[in-house]
């Protein structure tokens, strides 16, 4: 396993290596690198990280219907919470790199396909890209697991962040439709952030009236929810 885990930092090293030449400052905090980087991070923040490994919540609790389990990296705090938001907000793609790395060694089960949670149009547009996609395509990497993307996602009526958990979910109703290539499949959804559950929601939903078996979702962090300050 160790030889495992070395192989396939070396490889993400590669990657970001050849996509990213001259980076010289740390992803997350944005200092000068030295000879001891990692995934593009400074030694601090990748202690930090593992610190926060340790922290996740082991808590049992309900799963939304149509979600055989859910798996998560990181707290949605500190650290990995930076990552993200430098990902989606600043378009930071290596940013992906560290938080992908963590998620790929997260327990799963006998999932076939992975499925990245599709974003709207309206984000797509800002964005440029789709940063669960981008987490989808460097987890299956590491896995060696084929990925498509069999979900499409029209723009919701309002922002996700402005809502309190019922509001997520009626909100969400009916937004996806997943394509055939799912049918039969046992299905790995990939997103950035958990919160109340109301997207996997309704993707897997998507997801088995496309056919598939069954579906497991993992994430790159799990936010506590209070209906109020959800992340973005």
Do not use: H
Request: charged share 25%.
């Amino acid at each position: 396993m160790k030889n495992l885990k070395r192989f396939w930092r070396r490889i993400a090293a590669v990657v970001l290596e050849w996509l990213y030449p001259d980076r010289v400052l740390c992803v997350c905090c944005e200092r000068a690198l030295g000879e001891e980087q990692e995934d593009g991070l400074c030694p601090d923040c990748v202690r930090a990280l593992q610190r926060l490994e340790l922290e996740k919540s082991t808590q049992r609790e309900a799963l939304p219907e149509g979600i055989d389990y859910v798996q998560w990296a990181y707290p949605y705090t500190a650290q990995a919470r930076s990552l993200i938001l430098w990902m989606k907000f600043s378009s930071v793609r290596e940013a992906a790199v560290p938080l992908a790395r963590a998620m790929a060694m997260l327990p799963g089960g006998e999932e076939e396909l992975m499925v990245p949670v599709p974003t709207t149009k309206r984000r797509l547009r800002e964005r440029g890209f789709n940063q669960a996609e981008l987490l989808c395509a460097l987890v299956a990497q590491q896995l060696g697991m084929p990925m498509a993307n069999a979900l499409t996602r029209r723009d919701e009526q309002r922002p996700q962040a402005m809502l309190r958990e019922k509001q997520r979910r009626k909100n969400l109703a009916g937004c996806m439709t997943a394509s055939p290539l799912v049918r039969g499949k046992r299905v790995l959804l990939v997103d950035d952030v958990y919160t109340t559950g109301s997207t996997a929601a309704e993707a897997a939903r998507a997801l088995l009236a496309a056919g598939a078996r069954s579906v497991g979702v993992f994430t790159a962090a799990r936010t506590e929810f209070d209906g109020q300050d959800a992340p973005p």
